[in-house]
Nanobody, 127 residues
Framework: QVQLVESGGGLVQTGGSLRLSCATSESTFNRYVMGWFRQVPGKEHEFVVA????????YYTDSVKGRFTISRDNAKNTLYLQMNNLKPEDTAVYYC????????????????????WGQGTQVTVSS
């Protein structure tokens, strides 16, 4: 069982920035495609961004392109999400997820692709 622990959430004003982290003790972290999702109450998980195992490929949802940046440090077993120019509509609980998928497929935006999930971290953007 892969345990993922998110951190870095908080309250920020519109236009501000936050950096989320997702850490794991899993030594095979570099074997997982990783993704960030977010969820607001009463709605399904929304895909935000995914990154391939070596970090060479990424896929962003349109609403965060140019504002969010995903990265990973496989030596530290940690995934990051740098969020800039935050908007109130970015308010959500953010989850990191790990997929055992052998390749970076066109399905990385779906929750079914992922095998392990963190507990989530709240991001609140005030207007």
């Amino acid at each position: 069982q892969v345990q993922l622990v998110e951190s870095g959430g908080g309250l920020v004003q519109t236009g501000g920035s936050l950096r989320l982290s997702c850490a794991t003790s899993e030594s095979t972290f570099n074997r997982y495609v990783m993704g960030w999702f977010r969820q607001v109450p009463g709605k399904e998980h929304e895909f935000v961004v995914a990154i391939s195992r070596r970090g060479l490929r990424t896929y962003y949802t349109d609403s965060v392109k140019g504002r969010f940046t995903i990265s990973r440090d496989n030596a530290k077993n940690t995934l990051y999400l740098q969020m800039n120019n935050l908007k109130p509509e970015d308010t959500a609980v953010y989850y990191c997820a790990a997929s055992k998928a052998p390749v970076f497929t066109s399905m990385v935006h779906t929750t079914q692709t992922y095998d392990y999930w963190g507990q989530g971290t709240q991001v609140t953007v005030s207007s």
